[in-house]
């Protein structure tokens, strides 16, 4: 009997493992459910998504529990944990950059190498704070 596998390009040693198991769930499923996955997450970038209703995923996604895919469920759910996941960490990195840079008033470089995080990132945050506390 041949066996299936699936090969994954390289992943991040530090990818939250929410992630990868998104990843896993999305190359388990079958190719019906993720073209339906792929034209709902494309539906949902783009500026005019007004008729996220019309896509059958949103219809599986949104109709009642009982007769959702599991596969769909369980990727939405991974999703919704993943999108917390993020929020949270947001809002961690703002207050770190906030404490850094308006209260003990350390440079972007400092905090750059102090945290780990591209200049760039922390530049566009302390310009928001910049700006709040001009206003």
Request: charged letters at 25%; glycine letters at 2%; aromatic letters at 10%.
């Amino acid at each position: 009997m041949k066996q299936n596998y699936i090969k994954l390009p390289p992943l991040p040693s530090d990818m939250p493992l929410e992630s990868i198991e998104m990843i896993w769930l999305y190359a388990q499923m079958p190719d019906e459910k993720r073209d339906m996955l792929l034209e709902f997450i494309w539906e949902s970038f783009n500026n005019n998504n007004t008729c996220l209703e019309k896509l059958e995923i949103s219809k599986e996604i949104w109709s009642s529990c009982t007769e959702i895919n599991p596969d769909v469920l369980e990727f939405a759910n991974l999703m919704k944990k993943l999108v917390g996941i993020l929020i949270v960490q947001a809002c961690e990195m703002a207050a770190l950059i906030y404490q850094g840079y308006c209260i003990t008033r350390k440079s972007i470089e400092e905090l750059s190498k102090e945290y780990h995080v591209d200049e760039k990132t922390i530049q566009l945050m302390a310009q928001y704070y910049d700006n709040r506390i001009k206003s």
